[in-house]
């Protein structure tokens, strides 16, 4: 059974830094694509980065030079390291995460048939 419980959310201003976490469980036992996807009020949920089992790693466009996707396989915790953040990156943010997955990972939330909770971050000017 899959388990996704994200942490690291809250407050910060325009500049800040922040690390979410996402405790999982149930995915690494096979190949896998997981990731974190963000959804702004009144906005589509979108990717914001993903890796795979193979550790390709792919970013949207618009966090490609700030955030940082890794994952730690020995506590079974993906984690995404978000600098330099500004008011458009305030939103709910997701992990996912799809078993049994090949090729390079995906940035479609269509892909992906396990989530989280979801964590709230929001961004002041």
């Known amino acids: 059974q899959v388990h996704l419980a994200e942490s690291g959310g809250g407050s910060v201003q325009a500049g800040g830094s922040l690390r979410l976490s996402c405790a999982h469980s149930g995915i690494t036992d096979g190949t896998y694509s997981m990731g974190w996807f963000r959804q702004r009020p009144g906005k589509e949920r979108e990717g914001v980065a993903v890796?795979?089992?193979?550790?390709?790693?792919r970013y949207a466009p618009s966090v490609k030079t700030r955030f940082t996707i890794s994952k730690d396989e020995v506590g079974n915790i993906l984690f995404l390291q978000m600098n330099l953040l500004n008011p458009e990156d305030t939103a709910m943010y997701y992990c996912?995460?799809?078993?049994?997955?090949?090729?390079?990972?995906?940035?479609?939330?269509?892909?992906?048939?396990?989530w989280g909770q979801g964590t709230q971050v929001t961004v002041s000017s």
């Open positions: 996912a995460a799809q078993r049994l997955w090949r090729g390079p990972p995906a940035l479609s939330a269509f892909a992906y048939n396990n």
């Open positions: 890796i795979n089992s193979d550790d390709v790693i």
